[in-house]
């Protein structure tokens, strides 16, 4: 009898990792593994990038993180990595599970998230229903899906009225901008309220570079990230943020 062979999707699909999530797309795998998955909890699924693309989803602290991975014939790439196997890929995590990402953030791969889970049946017994008339009809019952989309990184940004620049912690979760004096405060200094804001736009009006702003009707933050490349990210997932809010998203 031939052993099972682990090559290329139909390998993924349908044999090991329990961790492989194959139709979960990104949104959802945030909102489960912030839901329900801790520090270090990671996943592997389908990336919608391509026929040979997946993703590494991984849990840091506050947010979610997702990582490239291609496929070619049955040989696997991961950043700088290229495995001949899926089985070598895997084996890769169990003995190194450290990642460190563009941002600097070194993310542990602790706890992998699997597909099946026992779920208990445990249900509320209804007492009422349908004591109140909305006026809702069926349309109006559409699910609307919470915004997601998580980021987090150190960048600086400058006081209001005494200009000077401070090396903050930020991290973007639903439509809260939170910055804290470092990573390991639990508390932070401020959360902005994306509704409230108003644009995210590149800034070159101060002595630094990779600096971009958000305008609120009260106050523009002046913010700069070290590279170019997460300048340009914060913008783009910030941008993307204030046109889910416009939506009502
Ligand atoms: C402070 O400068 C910090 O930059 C504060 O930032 C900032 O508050 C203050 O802004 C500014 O005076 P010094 O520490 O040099 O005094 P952080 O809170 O990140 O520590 P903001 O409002 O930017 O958070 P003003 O506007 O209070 O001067």
Redesign the pocket.
Known sequence: MRGRRWLGEDALKRGPPCWYHHDLTRHATEALLLTNGKDGSYLLRKSNEGPHSYALSVRAKDSVKHFHVTRSGSAYTFGFNEFSSLKDFVGHFANQPLIGSETGTLIVLKNPYPREVEEPSIYESVRVHTAMQTGRTEDDLIPSAPSLGTKEGYLI??????K???T?WFTLNRNELK?Y?DKMFTEP??TLDLTECTAVQFDYSQDKTNCFCLVFPERT?YLCAKTSVETDEWIKILRWKLSQIKKGI
Request: proline fraction near 0%; charged fraction near 35%.
């Open positions: 940004k400058q006081g209001a009225i005494v000077s620049w401070k903050r910055y004096k200094i401020r933050f």
